[in-house]
């Protein structure tokens, strides 16, 4: 039983038609490192992080903008309520463990 990537590894390369004029293998050259340049460029421009980042954050700010919005358009108020609400208790938690550790004392009151 064989592999895929068995398969992939026994079959010969493709025939590639090399010119044998000078010139003509020079042009080729030039060409494919015209390509090999823009791919190069392309994909330092997909992976910078000013890059990366910016669809990072277009990303989140759409599933934000689904989550709170009907597909008609209209604000879900049911959902925005629930995220107010989420982001009042984390506050309130985080106040409340502030306090405790600048007093140890107060568990005992």
Do not use: N
Not at 61 to 87: H, K, M, Q
Request: glycine share 4%; proline share 7%.
């Amino acid at each position: 039983m064989s592999t895929p990537a068995a398969d992939a590894a026994s079959t010969p390369p493709p025939k590639v038609h090399i010119p044998s004029d000078p010139e003509a293998i020079e042009r080729e050259i030039a060409l494919r490192q015209a390509r090999l340049a823009a791919t190069v460029d392309e994909l330092t421009a997909r992976l910078s992080p000013k890059e990366v980042g910016r669809r990072a954050a277009a990303g989140a700010r759409g599933r934000a903008v689904s989550a709170v919005t009907a597909e008609d358009g209209s604000l879900r108020v049911e959902r925005i309520g629930a995220a107010a609400a989420a982001v009042l208790a984390v506050v309130v938690l985080v106040v409340r463990r502030r306090r405790r550790r600048r007093d140890p004392l107060a568990q005992y009151r």
